[in-house]
């Protein structure tokens, strides 16, 4: 599943006709880099491979001003089918992507795990700061926004909001858990 495939395909077949540029302030005001896995500096990579594949056309050439020429992109057919394609794994296909955090905890360094308490309170003051920093911007937005786009937006707060209650669930238990790793280091001593 491309999210940027998605998002450009999605953006030409809902918004019309569009050079490069205007994608990429369509990106910039909907903040995509903020709430999706795109890098609004990808997206003229990402055009010239939908291009290639035959997914988007170049309708024209425009030129605005001293601005440079800029190729005006449209969704082919099989452009269509392949966002179609997209749509419906985004919706159906869950994607939860692996945490290097977690292999971190599953390999720690036996000889100093006295330090671990701390790395997790320091990860869980970060996550409590992020958790704020999002509710706070959804504050201000959220006037902005039409009730689908807040539940979208909503989505990054309430994935925060587990991850804080699984790293207090996990430094509520770590005494007991370093104690393990302890007697498992001392077994195979």
Excluded: C
């Amino acid at each position: 599943m491309s999210s940027i495939r998605l998002y450009i395909l999605g953006a030409l077949a809902d918004e019309g006709d569009m050079h490069g540029h205007q994608l990429r302030q369509l990106a910039e005001k909907e903040h995509i880099d903020e709430w999706t896995d795109i890098s609004v500096g990808a997206l003229y990579g990402a055009i010239k491979r939908l291009h290639a594949e035959g997914l988007i056309d170049e309708l024209r050439v425009e030129r605005e001003g001293a601005y440079p020429e800029r190729q005006v992109w449209t969704i082919t057919t099989a452009g269509r089918i392949a966002l179609a394609k997209l749509r419906e794994d985004g919706l159906t296909r869950i994607v939860i992507r692996a945490d290097p955090f977690d292999l971190a905890v599953s390999r720690l360094d036996l000889d100093r795990l006295d330090e671990v308490p701390a790395m997790l309170q320091n990860r869980l003051a970060q996550l409590r700061v992020l958790l704020a920093q999002d509710e706070v911007k959804l504050d201000l937005i959220s006037r902005y926004l039409t009730p689908l786009e807040l539940m979208v937006m909503s989505h990054k707060t309430d994935r925060l909001r587990a991850d804080i209650a699984w790293h207090e669930k996990l430094l509520s238990r770590l005494p007991e858990l370093l104690d393990e790793e302890r007697t498992r280091k001392a077994a195979s001593s």
